[in-house]
Each structure stands twice: as structure tokens, then as C-alpha cells.
Nanobody, 129 residues
Framework: QVQLIESGGGLVQAGDSLRLSCTAT????????MAWFRQAPGKEREFVAS????????YYGDSVNGGFTISRDNAKDTVYLQMDNLKLEDSAVYYC??????????????????????WGQGTQVTVSS
């Protein structure tokens, strides 16, 4: 049973930075494609970023305008989301997700939440003015 445990959310001011972490247990981490999604109140969950098993390929969602960086450390079984210059509209619950599937690593595939079997519990990020 794979578990994903997120941490690092919180209340920050616009323009601040946060780094989210997601640690996986229960499976060899390097076999899992990882991603971050987010969901704001009253909105659908949206794709934020994805990273391939080795970290060599990365995609970002359209709503992320250069201020976010996804990375992973397979030795620590952890994926990160560095968020810089946060804006009010970045406020949401952030979820990490993973899949062991041999997906074709293309944007429309990795951005589809139904392709992910493993989900964290979510961590709240609130950006205030």
C-alpha cells in the first residue's frame, strides 16, 4: 500500500515563497511518476506540475506562470514543489499524486488526474494580501 504524505503548506503573504514536500512509502519511489494538483474552493482540481521517474522530464500546468518548480529526490522518496512569488489565486489545497503506470510521458497524459492511483491527503496553502 503506497502512502503519500504532504507537508509544508501554510499561510503566507503575496510575494512570499513556500516549499511543499511529499514523501512516499510502500513502493520503490523511483518507479512512480509524481505530480502536484491543487483545488481552490468552488473550483475543480487542476494540474500544477508533473515529474518523470528520473526527473528528466517535467510539465507545468497552464495556471503556473514560471513561479513554481517541481523536483524529486529518489534517495529520500520525496517530491517537492517550490513556489515563489505566490499570488492570491495560488490559494488552494495542494495534493501530490503518483502512478506506477508506464504512461506515455506527454502533457495531456500526466495532466489527467484519473491517471494517478496514489493521492496524498492534501496540504492547505493560503496566500493573503
Amino acid at each position: 500500500q503506497v502512502q503519500l504524505i504532504e507537508s509544508g503548506g501554510g499561510l503566507v503573504q503575496a510575494g512570499d515563497s513556500l516549499r511543499l514536500s511529499c514523501t512516499a512509502t510502500g513502493r520503490t519511489f523511483s518507479t512512480i511518476i509524481m505530480a502536484w494538483f491543487r483545488q481552490a474552493p468552488g473550483k475543480e482540481r487542476e494540474f500544477v506540475a508533473s515529474i518523470s521517474r528520473t526527473g528528466s522530464s517535467i510539465y507545468y500546468g497552464d495556471s503556473v506562470n514560471g513561479g513554481f518548480t517541481i523536483s524529486r529526490d529518489n534517495a529520500k522518496d520525496t517530491v517537492y514543489l517550490q513556489m515563489d512569488n505566490l499570488k492570491l489565486e495560488d490559494s488552494a489545497v495542494y495534493y501530490c499524486a503518483g502512478t506506477p503506470q508506464q504512461l506515455v510521458y506527454q502533457y495531456w497524459v500526466v495532466a489527467t488526474e484519473t491517471n494517478y492511483e496514489y493521492w496524498g491527503q492534501g496540504t492547505q496553502v493560503t496566500v493573503s494580501s
